[in-house]
């Protein structure tokens, strides 16, 4: 009962503020580490496709940056039920720092995309299914992200924006399952739970690679987080003491 009561409290922008701050060198650390060692196994190391040449080598990124994109928004709508739920400051604030970097994910997708498509395909885009709803994730970004500008309440912001995030869920299972639903150009998947067609290095590669932006995606929310939260809270005497110590800080 006593661990619950103390999770519960970092639920406050005031005690989970410094929480945040003490994490985010370790997940920049980590972030680095994972990508060192996925770029040299799949740049390097995992061996030369028999069908798509060198070209192939984009997938350590592409493919990553696509599970993220995914992923990320999955988050940001747990966090908006949260907040819809139960009314909780922390949740639109975590909703808000994730987006910039899900729209990142999602853009990285498509563009790397691009790359591969046009040596692959023959051209930089099609109206595909699996692109198609992956071009409206990266809408749904930054729509959210304009909706929630867009109003001046921070709490009618978080309730409009975790509408349109909970509205926009469905797209998610569209995009992964696309290549199984409709006949496209896009290639099956290659990973999933059961087995791989990939040769180890190029697995251990590609998850390498996911964790490394899984790990700089938790970074820069944490980093955004802290500065939304003095955005927000700038009135209260947590964030007043804590612009004097920065201030503090910087004069010496």
Same mark, same amino acid.
């Given at each position: 009962? #006593?661990?619950?009561?103390?999770?519960?409290?970092?639920?406050?922008?005031?005690?989970?503020?410094?929480?945040?701050?003490?994490?985010?060198?370790? +997940?920049?650390?980590?972030?680095?580490?994972?990508?060192?060692?996925?770029?040299?196994?799949? %740049?390097?190391?995992?061996?030369?496709?028999? &069908?798509?040449?060198?070209?192939?080598?984009?997938?350590?990124?592409?493919?990553?940056?696509?599970? =993220?994109?995914?992923?990320?928004?999955?988050? =940001?709508? +747990?966090?908006?039920?949260?907040?819809?739920?139960?009314?909780?400051?922390? @949740?639109? %604030? %975590?909703?808000?720092?994730?987006?910039? #970097?899900?729209?990142?994910?999602?853009?990285?997708?498509?563009?790397?995309?691009?790359?591969?498509?046009?040596? =692959?395909?023959? #051209?930089?885009?099609?109206?595909?299914?699996?692109?198609?709803?992956?071009?409206?994730?990266?809408?749904?970004?930054?729509?959210? =992200?304009? !909706?929630?500008?867009?109003?001046?309440?921070?709490?009618?912001?978080?309730?409009?924006?975790?509408?349109?995030?909970?509205?926009?869920?469905?797209?998610?299972?569209?995009?992964?399952?696309?290549? &199984?639903?409709?006949?496209?150009?896009?290639?099956?998947? @290659?990973?999933?739970?059961?087995?791989?067609?990939?040769?180890?290095?190029?697995?251990?590669?590609?998850?390498?690679?996911?964790?490394? +932006?899984?790990?700089?995606?938790?970074?820069?929310? !944490?980093?955004?987080?802290?500065?939304? %939260? !003095?955005?927000?809270?700038?009135?209260?005497?947590?964030?007043?003491?804590?612009?004097?110590?920065?201030?503090?800080?910087?004069?010496?």
């Amino acid at each position: 009962m #006593t661990d619950r009561l103390n999770l519960y409290r970092f639920a406050s922008p005031a005690t989970f503020y410094p929480l945040a701050g003490a994490m985010i060198p370790y +997940f920049v650390a980590v972030s680095v580490v994972f990508g060192i060692a996925g770029l040299w196994l799949g %740049m390097l190391v995992a061996p030369t496709d028999f &069908q798509q040449g060198e070209g192939y080598r984009i997938i350590f990124i592409h493919v990553p940056a696509s599970w =993220m994109s995914m992923f990320i928004y999955l988050i =940001m709508a +747990f966090w908006a039920a949260i907040g819809l739920a139960f009314n909780t400051r922390l @949740s639109g %604030m %975590m909703a808000q720092a994730l987006a910039p #970097t899900g729209a990142l994910m999602a853009f990285l997708s498509l563009w790397t995309g691009a790359l591969w498509g046009k040596p =692959m395909w023959g #051209t930089w885009w099609v109206w595909d299914a699996r692109l198609t709803s992956e071009l409206i994730l990266l809408f749904l970004y930054i729509g959210y =992200m304009a !909706l929630t500008a867009a109003i001046d309440d921070a709490r009618r912001a978080d309730k409009a924006g975790g509408l349109l995030l909970l509205v926009g869920v469905v797209n998610i299972p569209i995009i992964y399952f696309s290549v &199984q639903w409709w006949n496209t150009l896009h290639q099956g998947s @290659s990973v999933n739970l059961a087995k791989s067609s990939m040769a180890t290095t190029m697995l251990w590669g590609m998850l390498l690679m996911a964790m490394c +932006f899984w790990m700089y995606s938790i970074a820069m929310a !944490l980093m955004r987080v802290r500065t939304i %939260m !003095l955005e927000r809270e700038r009135h209260t005497d947590w964030v007043k003491a804590e612009l004097a110590h920065i201030v503090a800080g910087d004069e010496k």
